[in-house]
C-alpha cells in the first residue's frame, strides 16, 4: 500500500518567519495531494491541494510544490502568523478503484509571536 | 449546509460496553468515509462507503468494528464490545465523489474515552 513519511513532526518558527512542510510517497499512480490543517480539538480542514500536472500551486501566503520524479511535494506558509499554529497533515491518494487517502503522520506548527 | 453532523461528541464508557457512533454527511455527497485519529497512529481509515456500498473495509481493527450506511444521509459506527485501547477520536467525512476530484469534508469528531 501507500506509504507516506512527513517531515518534521515538530516546528517552531518566529512569527514573521517562513515555515516548510515536507512530504514523500511510495506509489507513482498517485495523483491529488492535498494539505489539511487541524486546529486544537477541531477538525482537519482543506487548505490547499495540488493535482499532478501542476508543479507548483499558490494561493496567497501558502504554497505547495510537487516533485514527481523524486515523489515528494511540500508545503510552504510564509510570514508566518500565530494564527497559523496547528498540525499540518499531508495526503496522498492511493491508486486503484477506490480512491483513498493515506495521511502523513502530522506537523506541529507553533508560531511563536 | 450544516457541514457533516456527527454525534455524540463526547463518550465516556466502560470496557465491555457497546458503543454507536453517527453520521450525517453533507447531502448530495456519495462517499463516506470513518477515521480514526489518535497520537500514535495519527488518521487511520477505518472504511469507505461510495452510494451506500462498502468499498474497502480492510481499516476496521477487528471484529468487534462494524460500519453501516442504510441510506444516503446516515451512517454508523459501532464497536461492540468497547476496550480501553478503543480510545480515540472518530471523524466521520464525506466527499462529492472520486478523491482525485474533490474535497474531504470532516465532521467535528466523536471523542470516545473507554474506561
Request: hydrophobic share 0%; glycine share 0%; charged share 45%.
Given at each position: 500500500g501507500e506509504n507516506v513519511e512527513q517531515h518534521p513532526s515538530t516546528l517552531s518558527v518566529q512569527e514573521g518567519d517562513s515555515a516548510v512542510i515536507k512530504c514523500t510517497y511510495s506509489d507513482s499512480a498517485s495523483n491529488y495531494f492535498p494539505w489539511y490543517k487541524q486546529e486544537l480539538g477541531k477538525r482537519p480542514q482543506l487548505i490547499i491541494d495540488i493535482r499532478s500536472n501542476v508543479g507548483e500551486k499558490k494561493d496567497q501566503r501558502i504554497a505547495v510544490t510537487l516533485n514527481k520524479t523524486a515523489k515528494h511535494f511540500s508545503l510552504h506558509i510564509t510570514?508566518?502568523?500565530?494564527?497559523?499554529?496547528a498540525v499540518y497533515f499531508c495526503a496522498v491518494t492511493t491508486s486503484g478503484s477506490a480512491r483513498q487517502l493515506t495521511f502523513g503522520s502530522g506537523t506541529q506548527l507553533t508560531v511563536l509571536p | 449546509d450544516a457541514g457533516v453532523i456527527q454525534s455524540p461528541r463526547h463518550e465516556v464508557t466502560e470496557m465491555g460496553q457497546e458503543v454507536t457512533l453517527r453520521c450525517k454527511p453533507i447531502s448530495g455527497h456519495n462517499s463516506l468515509f470513518w477515521y480514526r485519529q489518535t497520537m500514535m497512529r495519527g488518521l487511520e481509515l477505518l472504511i469507505y462507503f461510495n452510494n451506500n456500498v462498502p468499498i474497502d473495509d480492510s481499516g476496521m481493527p477487528e471484529d468487534r468494528f462494524s460500519a453501516k450506511m442504510p441510506n444516503a444521509s446516515f451512517s454508523t459506527l459501532k464497536i461492540q464490545?468497547?476496550?480501553?485501547?478503543?480510545s480515540a477520536v472518530y471523524f466521520c467525512a464525506s466527499s462529492v465523489g472520486q478523491l482525485d476530484t474533490g474535497e474531504l469534508f470532516f465532521g467535528e469528531g466523536s471523542r470516545l474515552t473507554v474506561l
Open positions: 510570514e508566518t502568523q500565530p494564527e497559523d499554529s | 464490545p468497547s476496550e480501553p485501547r478503543d
